[in-house]
């Protein structure tokens, strides 16, 4: 079965979102991915949809590494040290999602933060999956 979104009545509707999933199969819990390259450096220095296009890349590398695929994910979980950069460009972000998850979206929070480890990161990412 691996997830199922659910969305009930009587909360906003969702956009971008699920308000709940329920999973089946074994429970992967994926670390925060940033935008860097295989060395750890971060590649794209101030482009923020160039980061989260590659924190997903390598967020879905670890998830497959653990014989999941992007509609095993449950959670995401958007670390963002510019919540009005993020704003600004929810278009060129959802594309950028798309092009890697397709339609399919689980429950999810975005937290606006000062700063990430690595000082040129601007988006983190972690999940949950659930894998058969």
Not at 12 to 29: N, R
Not at 90 to 112: N, S, V
Not at 126 to 132: M, R
């Amino acid at each position: 079965m691996g997830v199922r979104l659910v969305n009930p009545e009587g909360l906003a509707p969702p956009v971008g979102y699920a308000h709940a999933a329920v999973g089946s199969g074994k429970p992967v819990v994926l670390a925060g991915q940033i935008g860097c390259d295989a060395t750890g450096r971060v590649t794209a220095p101030g482009d923020l949809v160039a980061q989260f296009a590659l924190a997903l890349d390598n967020l879905l590398v670890a998830l497959r590494a653990c014989g999941g695929r992007a509609e095993d994910l449950a959670q995401l979980r958007l670390f963002v040290t510019d919540v009005p950069a993020y704003r600004d460009n929810l278009a060129a972000l959802g594309h950028a999602y798309r092009e890697r998850l397709g339609r399919h979206y689980p429950a999810m929070a975005l937290l606006g933060i000062d700063e990430l480890f690595e000082s040129d990161a601007m988006i983190e990412i972690e999940g949950l999956a659930y894998v058969d």
